[in-house]
């Protein structure tokens, strides 16, 4: 009886165990969870302080501004990404979502990266944008071409991009599966680490010359 007791207990452990390693923006347990950045309040959820509900204000879940195209003159792929999550929006704490607005300038790119926290579903407003991910081993690519009013999923953790493909600006809107998806860019991360990653090791994973690497870790 004990053994049987011991197993069943075990598996409830593993289950709780594994149930947890899953979850990455866990379910509120109440109706909002205000994030604040001091320490004088009781509760700590999400990594981030709960505002005293008492003191919570409708502006707490207002932000101003996605009418205001983002400036891509000072981006050098012509891109401009204005993410509004919970250090924008403290509402959005323990919630679970948040939304980013994206424009391009003409033949702009957003280059590959990844959210490693969050799915991505990108809205096209205005233009033309080929857009697509790829998936892990296997490396398959998912690619489109998305016109005005056109949706596209980008699963979470996957490396994904959009390009504009048209002679005018393109504007999307994308939401996202957590309150702080993360932003992973990939030439950034491997070309612009800091510290360097060794210029050998770069040069052997992609078949370059070691001036050619040296020169794109410049870049970054």
Same mark, same amino acid.
């Given at each position: 009886?004990?053994?049987?007791?011991?197993?069943?207990?075990?598996?409830?452990?593993?289950?709780?165990?594994?149930?947890?390693?899953?979850?990455?923006?866990?379910?509120?347990?109440?109706?909002?969870?205000?994030?604040?950045?001091?320490?004088?309040?009781?509760?700590?959820?999400?990594?981030?302080?709960?505002?005293?509900?008492?003191?919570?204000?409708?502006? $707490? @879940?207002?932000?101003? /501004? +996605? *009418?205001? =195209?983002?400036?891509?003159?000072?981006?050098?792929?012509?891109?401009? !990404?204005?993410?509004?999550?919970?250090?924008?929006?403290?509402?959005?704490?323990?919630?679970?979502?948040?939304?980013?607005?994206? $424009? @391009?300038?003409?033949? /702009? +790119? *957003?280059? =590959?990266?990844?959210?490693?926290?969050?799915?991505?579903?990108?809205? !096209?407003?205005?233009?033309?944008?080929?857009?697509?991910?790829?998936?892990?081993?296997?490396?398959?690519?998912?690619?489109?071409?998305?016109?005005?009013?056109?949706?596209?999923?980008? =699963?979470?953790?996957?490396?994904?991009?959009?390009?504009?493909?048209?002679?005018?600006?393109?504007?999307?809107?994308?939401?996202?599966?957590?309150?702080?998806?993360?932003?992973?860019?990939?030439?950034?991360?491997?070309?612009?680490?800091?510290?360097?990653?060794?210029?050998?090791?770069?040069?052997?994973?992609?078949?370059?010359?070691?001036?050619?690497?040296?020169?794109?870790?410049?870049?970054?």
């Amino acid at each position: 009886m004990k053994k049987v007791v011991s197993y069943l207990v075990t598996v409830a452990l593993l289950a709780l165990a594994s149930s947890l390693a899953s979850a990455y923006d866990p379910s509120p347990l109440q109706d909002f969870c205000v994030a604040i950045n001091n320490t004088n309040s009781a509760v700590f959820v999400n990594g981030k302080f709960c505002k005293d509900p008492t003191l919570v204000t409708a502006d $707490d @879940f207002f932000f101003s /501004g +996605l *009418n205001i =195209p983002g400036n891509t003159a000072t981006n050098k792929v012509g891109s401009s !990404v204005n993410l509004v999550n919970v250090d924008k929006l403290p509402g959005l704490n323990t919630l679970g979502i948040s939304l980013a607005r994206l $424009d @391009f300038a003409p033949y /702009g +790119l *957003n280059p =590959p990266h990844t959210h490693p926290r969050g799915t991505e579903l990108l809205v !096209v407003i205005e233009g033309a944008l080929l857009v697509g991910f790829v998936t892990s081993n296997p490396n398959k690519l998912f690619t489109k071409v998305l016109n005005k009013g056109d949706v596209f999923v980008f =699963p979470i953790g996957l490396i994904h991009f959009q390009f504009n493909v048209g002679q005018t600006n393109a504007v999307a809107f994308a939401g996202l599966s957590s309150q702080n998806p993360g932003l992973n860019t990939i030439a950034n991360a491997v070309f612009g680490s800091n510290p360097p990653i060794n210029p050998d090791v770069l040069a052997k994973a992609f078949q370059l010359d070691k001036n050619v690497v040296e020169y794109l870790q410049k870049q970054f």
